[in-house]
């Protein structure tokens, strides 16, 4: 069993930044891929980023050059740093992280981009 808890949302202005972390627990050993999605009102749940134990990352197009995922294999952690918001990228953020091939998902933290 794994946990995932995500901090770091809040309200910010168009432009602004924020930074979101996640902290995996319990049984962390086989854990692989960690990552970020989001899902805003009324549409599905999408892909942010994904981040390998090998470093390895992958991004949605709409999402290149603006966020930025790091992951730290000791502390069992994965943030993501998200530059030059929109309005658009208003959303719950979710953390994923998957253990052979079952997924984990963190309850969500909330992320408001408007002046």
């Known amino acids: 069993q794994v946990q995932l808890v995500e901090s770091g949302g809040g309200l910010v202005p168009p432009g602004g930044s924020l930074r979101l972390s996640c902290a995996a627990s319990g049984s962390i050993f086989s854990i692989n891929t960690m990552g970020w999605h989001r899902q805003a009102p009324g549409k599905e749940r999408e892909l942010v980023a994904l981040?390998?134990?090998?470093?390895?990352?992958d991004y949605a197009d709409s999402m290149k050059g603006r966020f930025t995922i790091s992951r730290d294999n000791g502390k069992n952690t994965v943030d993501l740093q998200m530059n030059s918001l929109k309005p658009e990228d208003t959303a719950v953020y979710y953390c994923?992280?998957?253990?052979?091939?079952?997924?984990?998902w963190g309850r969500g933290t909330q992320v408001t981009v408007s002046s």
């Open positions: 981040i390998t134990t090998g470093g390895k990352t």
């Open positions: 994923y992280a998957r253990q052979g091939l079952y997924p984990y």
